[in-house]
């Protein structure tokens, strides 16, 4: 992965981690381990058509915790997706309550799938890889 990051150096980037976290910053450095710096950085949370962002200064990512990374324009990126922003204590309990949401619709999912005689023995997580 670290192989091309020298050509991210100096430019805004977007890096998804992956717990689903978004992270844009300037790119100062990294490693032969793709962990990066970022400067300027600012966590971005989306909930529907809000966001907010927390600004958190230098940061540093591990590199196997990135999903993907990539150069953006922020500013064009809300404009062309007319999105609201948000206080981030506003956008914190409205990601939560979409948590919620997610989680009751699962399990009715697998209340139903029982309820139809499909059973799942485990649920295999990417993590236990």
Do not use: H
């Not at 399990?107 to 059973?119: A, N, P, V, Y």
């Amino acid at each position: 992965m670290s192989s091309g990051l020298g050509d991210e150096v100096d430019k805004k980037l977007i890096v998804v981690l992956r717990d689903g976290r978004k992270f844009i910053g300037i790119m100062r450095t990294f490693d032969q381990f793709a962990n990066i710096v970022l400067q300027d950085t600012i966590e971005r949370i989306y909930v529907g058509d809000c966001y907010s962002d927390k600004n958190l200064g230098l940061f540093f990512i591990r590199g196997d915790n990135v999903v993907i990374l990539g150069e953006i324009d922020p500013d064009k990126e809300v404009q062309e997706k007319k999105l609201k922003k948000i206080s981030w204590d506003e956008i914190t309990k409205a990601a939560a309550l979409e948590k919620i949401k997610k989680e009751e619709e699962e399990q009715l999912k697998r209340r139903i799938m029982t309820e139809s005689g499909l059973t799942i023995d485990s649920i295999l997580n990417i993590d236990d890889f």
